[in-house]
T-cell receptor, first 114, second 114 residues
């Protein structure tokens, strides 16, 4: 089944404790992206990747890192989480950009930072 | 500059009555337009997309949307609401030839009253 898989679904952590949210897609998609969803703000892009070893900042990259060593994986890293990073996070992938290819989303990771 | 405006943050309809969720966009270029649905604790699922073929686009679950360039609108409709339609709906714009961004509306929460 074609899908985007995020783990974990739920995560509670404390300020400053490094964490990684994994994202994997099995559709051989070139484009991958991370979003955070907050009430009243819709989805905001954190980072995106056009292909392996190519990553770039979205609208709200501060406090986050990503890597794209393999085509299928695009982990999101919070080196020193803070309470304002409490949010619902979505990973998404797309076959390519600029060719009307829709985004395919994972089921989300709800992160709470205390 | 690109932006997406969903004109209603909440819409309530009775089961069996029509649904109208409004979306206006601004884009410097002819965009691709999408509607996504998000059910509780789920990722976003593609409902339909407009990619400059037909202006009236049919999607899944009986939804459709009409692209009106003169009004810069892409409103989502359904003739008869079902209880299972209760969800959050997002209008998304992908401007052509501007690279890597999808622009999300802030969402419309649809309530269906039995």
């Amino acid at each position: 089944e074609a899908q985007v898989t995020q783990n974990p679904r739920y995560l509670i952590t404390v300020t400053g404790k490094k964490l990684t949210v994994t994202c994997s897609q099995n559709m051989n998609h070139e484009y991958m992206s991370w979003y955070r969803q907050d009430p009243g703000l819709g989805l905001r892009q954190i980072y995106y990747s056009m292909n392996v070893e190519v990553t770039d900042k979205g609208d709200v990259p501060e406090g986050y890192k990503v890597s794209r060593k393999e085509k299928r994986n695009f982990p999101l890293i919070l080196e020193s989480p803070s309470p304002n990073q409490t949010s619902l996070y979505f990973c998404a992938s797309s076959a390519s950009r600029g060719l009307n290819s829709p985004l395919h989303f994972g089921n989300g990771t709800r992160l709470t930072v205390t | 500059a690109q932006s997406v405006t969903q004109l209603d943050s909440h819409v309530s309809v009775s089961e069996g009555t029509p649904v109208l969720l409004r979306c206006n966009y601004s884009s410097s270029y002819s965009p691709s337009l999408f509607w996504y649905v998000q059910h509780p604790n789920k990722g976003l699922q593609l409902l339909l997309k407009y990619t400059s073929a037909a202006t009236l686009v049919k999607g899944i679950n009986g939804f459709e949307a009409e692209f009106k360039k003169s009004e810069t609108s892409f409103h989502l409709t359904k003739p008869s609401a079902h209880m299972s339609d209760a969800a959050e709906y997002f209008c998304v714009v992908e401007p052509i030839n501007t690279g890597n961004q999808f622009y999300f509306g802030t969402g419309t929460s649809l309530t269906v009253i039995p």
